[in-house]
């Protein structure tokens, strides 16, 4: 797959697994054209503008696959995803998920606290690899430390590895021990 077509493949993946499914009126004799502009809208965050070719070969590519689905009802044409195009869509998201600095801390503390059992050691060691990337601090085990919002990412994290709150949770503290330490680990004030 070229990158451009990859890139736009993804971005179309994700913008349906957070927006839902695209219905364009299949009666329209300008069928085809407002597909490509509902699927461009729904990547409105792809930098640059997107040519037909690219977006045609990549929405063919991702029906080839068997991530996506076209389906005919009401004189509509609904595209939505796959249980393959949602994986696919899932693991480009995770990839993607990323925690935004504020400019100031809002002085809280940002906990999380995991127990997943040592037959999910695969989820439990790509759960620390994420929390890694993040930049959180190991505090102990299975006990995460980090100063920002995180509360979307943590959630987005839980349902993709398919855990409980009871297995993976977010605390948000006022003060804890040793706060200087951690304001120093951070770069904090």
Known sequence: MTVAREMITKKILYALLTGGAVAVAASSPYFGLRLRRNLSRAMKSYRGAVKKEKLDNAFFYMRRKGYIKVERANHQVYISLTEEGKRRAGR?????????????????????????????????????????????????????????????????LREFFGLRPRQLQLIVADRMEEEGVMRKLFRLQ
């Open 92 to 156: 480009y998201a995770m990839i993607e998920l990323r925690i935004r600095k504020p400019r100031k801390w809002d002085r809280k503390w940002r906990i999380v606290i995991f127990d997943i059992p040592n037959s999910t050691r695969i989820t439990r060691e790509a759960l620390r690899g994420k929390l890694i990337g993040f930049g959180f601090y190991k505090l102990q085990q299975s006990i995460w430390v980090f100063p920002y919002d995180c509360d979307k990412e943590i959630r987005f």
